[in-house]
């Protein structure tokens, strides 16, 4: 089944290159989040006095944690200029994640389809830049990107460049336990989607006007750096030890048709590895898989005898802006310590720990940068 976006877009987007709008960086691009309650346990938003990340120190955000979240690394929220309705969604959009994940871990479920069932919530968010809220391509296309991985035998699916799937993780989950590839890439991983049965979508169902405009700005002005970063991510530890992770992303507004981030490539966007890390990752991409990101992590870990932290912190703030990038991951290792480490300016992120609390982090000063 061929399924092609609108034409009527193609000409609109050429009329566009002629204007001079100066471009605003939309933190939604980046990432979302909210706290919210759940059913056993607490929730919790995180402040200013929580976040203890000091610029120039490798420390964990937390411990005792099974699952985070991020909604991309980028410009953060700034409190002065946002409306308790915008705060809502964004730490709800976060919580109502984790809460997925949750569910699934509360009942035994394993951590592969707990990081799942969390970044397809992400990814029905029109805030995030992932499934329904991702942003158009240089032709006013979109084409989505995802990959998954298991820890325990380290098998990963991924796909690239798909363009009607609803839920791309869901797609990369199917290419990981159904064939003996690990990415499927264009109208093959549409395909495939298909014949697994997950229902297609046309390219109007990504739209969203605030994507529209954003390319709009992109046309009239080269891109601004943080529009490179908008990725939504999750990872899992569950009862039986099993780290999983997960990475989905619509990529950068306004790249080039055909191109291909860090997300779906494993060992880039996503990594896991029992008794190690499960790490996803958000930022430039080109510059993640240059420096093999989330890989370095785990070989820092298992062959350099660093912890989370310090290997996270190695990768993210000493080596990769040495490549021309930032970004952030976020990393969770085989005993529930949990680091978010980062060197853009924010990074929109949320955690769940084995007890209850539920953390959720907007703001500049919730999670400062790791420089």
Do not use: C
């Amino acid at each position: 089944m061929h399924i092609r976006p609108r034409s009527w877009l193609i000409p609109a987007v050429a009329a566009a290159t002629t204007l001079t709008v100066a471009l605003v960086a939309v933190p939604g691009d980046e990432a979302t989040g909210e706290t919210a309650g759940r059913t056993t346990g607490t929730a919790q938003t995180a402040t200013a006095a929580q976040a203890k990340a000091v610029p120039g120190k490798a420390k964990p955000d937390a411990r005792d944690v099974v699952l985070a979240v991020h909604g991309g690394a980028g410009t953060a929220l700034a409190r002065d200029e946002t409306s308790p309705e915008k705060e809502k969604a964004y730490r709800d959009g976060l919580a109502g994640a984790l809460r997925a994940g949750q569910k699934v871990l509360d009942k035994g479920g394993d951590s592969v389809e707990a990081v799942q069932k969390a970044v397809n919530v992400l990814e029905d968010d029109p805030l995030f830049n992932a499934g329904k809220g991702a942003v158009f391509t240089a032709d006013a296309g979109h084409e989505l990107d995802a990959s998954i991985m298991r820890g325990s035998d380290l098998k990963a699916g991924a796909v690239a460049g798909v363009k009607h799937v609803r839920n791309p993780i869901t797609a990369a989950r199917r290419v990981m336990e159904k064939t003996k590839h690990v990415m499927l890439a264009g109208q093959g991983a549409d395909d495939f989607a298909l014949q697994q049965g997950l229902k297609p979508v046309t390219q109007d169902y990504y739209w969203t006007q605030r994507r529209w405009d954003d390319l709009m700005k992109a046309k009239g002005k080269k891109p601004d750096k943080e529009e490179a970063k908008g990725t939504v991510g999750a990872v899992a530890l569950d009862s039986h030890k099993d780290l999983a992770a997960a990475t989905s992303t619509g990529g950068m507004t306004n790249k080039m048709a055909g191109r291909v981030g860090d997300s779906p490539v494993v060992g880039a966007g996503t990594y896991a590895k029992n008794g190690n890390v499960a790490t996803s990752a958000t930022g430039d991409g080109e510059i993640f898989i240059r420096g093999a990101a989330t890989a370095t992590i785990s070989h820092l870990m298992e062959f350099g005898g660093k912890d989370v932290a310090k290997a996270s912190y190695e990768v993210l703030v000493k080596r990769l802006p040495k490549l021309g990038g930032d970004g952030g991951v976020i990393a969770l290792d085989g005993k529930g310590t949990f680091d978010a480490p980062h060197s853009s300016e924010g990074m929109l992120h949320g955690y769940l720990t084995r007890d209850g609390k539920l953390v959720t982090k907007i703001f500049k000063d919730e999670s400062p940068p790791n420089m």
